[in-house]
C-alpha cells in the first residue's frame, strides 16, 4: 500500500517530467501522401505496438535456453484477443528487435522495402555493435521471418508473418526489411500502445518485467487482477507457486523503480491474490476515458 500512496504522492512530478519530455520530441516526420499505406508516427522516445500481442504470451517472459516449437498452438491472451502461432517460441528479446524494425518502417511505406544497416538496428536497441550482437541480430531476425500467425483484435484479423522478408548485404552489413501491408489494422487509433522505451530499455535482462511494462501500458485504467492469470498470461514457465510469486513480485519492484527514474507513474500492492496497479495514464488513454465517462450510460435491466 505505501508504494502506491508514494505513486500518489508524486504524480504531478511526474506528470510535469512526462510533458517536458513529450514537449522536447516532436514527431520524426510528416505523413506520406494519403494513398500510401504506412505506420502511425509515433515520437523517437517510444516503440509501438499492437494491443494483442502486449496483452498476450506471443513475445513472453521466458529465460534463456531452448525454444520450445509451436505448431498452430493458442496463445494466453485476455479476452477480446485470439492469437494462434506457428514457430519457434518468441521472447522479449524477440520484441526488442519486432519493434526496432517497426520504428524503422514507420517513417516510410508499408510493405515497401526498409534499408537499414546492422549499426543502426543495433543503436536502435542500445547495443554496441559488435560481432557477437550483430550474430543474435540475425538469430531473432530469422526466427521472425519463419513463423506464422492469426490474430485476432477487435474487429481486424491478421494472418500472416510477423516480418515478410528479409535479406542482407554481409559486406556492408545493410538489411532490407520488408513487413506485409495488411498488417496495419493492427495499428488502428485505439488497437495498439506506444510504450516508453527508456524504461524498457532499463528493464533489459528481466523479461517478466518487460512484459509487465508493456501489458500494463496498455491500460489506462487497470483493474485488479490475479497472480496466477498475470504469470499465464505473460507465457511463464514457472510452475512452482511460491518462486513464481516472488519474481512477479520482484518484476513489479523493478518496474516501480524504473518507471519512477524515467517519469512514468506506477505502483502496485498484492492483497490476498490480486495485483492492484495505480498508474498514470497516457494522454491518449486519458482521452479515451474522458470520452468513455462523457457517454450516457444505459440502465440496467
Excluded at 523517437?44 to 509451436?70: H, Q, T, W
Excluded at 531476425?141 to 485476432?152: F, G, M, Q, S, Y
Aim: aromatic letters at 6%; hydrophobic letters at 35%; charged letters at 25%.
Amino acid at each position: 500500500m505505501k508504494k502506491l500512496n508514494d505513486l500518489l504522492v508524486r504524480i504531478p512530478e511526474i506528470q510535469a517530467r512526462a510533458k517536458q519530455r513529450t514537449e522536447r520530441e516532436p514527431l520524426p516526420g510528416k505523413p506520406l501522401p494519403k494513398n500510401v499505406v504506412q505506420l502511425p508516427l509515433w515520437p523517437e522516445p517510444v516503440r509501438a505496438v499492437p494491443n494483442g500481442f502486449l496483452r498476450s504470451a506471443l513475445f513472453g517472459a521466458i529465460g534463456k535456453g531452448k525454444r520450445r516449437y509451436m505448431q498452430g498452438e493458442l496463445v494466453a491472451a485476455v479476452d477480446g484477443v485470439e492469437i494462434r502461432y506457428t514457430g519457434q517460441r518468441l521472447d522479449q528479446g524477440d520484441l526488442d528487435v519486432w519493434e526496432s524494425v517497426l520504428h524503422a518502417v514507420r517513417l516510410q511505406e508499408l510493405g515497401g522495402q526498409c534499408r537499414v544497416t546492422s549499426y543502426a538496428f543495433l543503436k536502435l536497441m542500445g547495443k554496441t555493435d559488435t560481432g557477437s550482437n550483430r550474430a543474435t541480430l540475425q538469430t531473432r531476425i530469422e526466427r521472425l521471418r519463419a513463423n506464422a500467425l492469426t490474430v485476432k483484435q477487435g474487429r481486424y484479423s491478421y494472418i500472416g508473418g510477423l516480418i515478410a522478408g528479409a535479406a542482407k548485404d554481409e559486406d556492408t552489413q545493410e538489411w532490407v526489411i520488408e513487413l506485409d501491408a495488411k498488417m496495419r489494422p493492427l495499428f488502428a487509433a485505439d488497437q495498439f500502445t506506444q510504450i516508453e522505451w527508456a524504461v524498457r530499455h532499463a528493464l533489459n535482462g528481466q523479461p517478466l518485467a518487460q512484459w509487465l511494462h508493456g501489458f500494463y501500458a496498455t491500460h489506462a485504467k487497470p483493474f485488479p487482477m490475479k497472480v496466477e492469470t498475470l504469470l499465464s498470461l505473460s507465457g511463464s514457465e514457472n510452475t512452482e507457486p511460491r518462486s513464481s510469486r516472488q519474481k512477479l513480485r520482484k518484476a513489479l519492484d523493478a518496474l516501480t523503480d524504473a518507471s519512477a527514474t524515467y517519469g512514468e507513474g506506477f505502483g502496485y500492492d498484492i492483497r490476498g491474490d490480486l495485483v492492484h496497479v495505480q498508474k498514470r495514464a497516457s494522454g491518449p488513454q486519458r482521452r479515451h476515458l474522458a470520452k468513455l465517462a462523457s457517454k450516457p450510460r444505459k440502465p440496467r435491466g
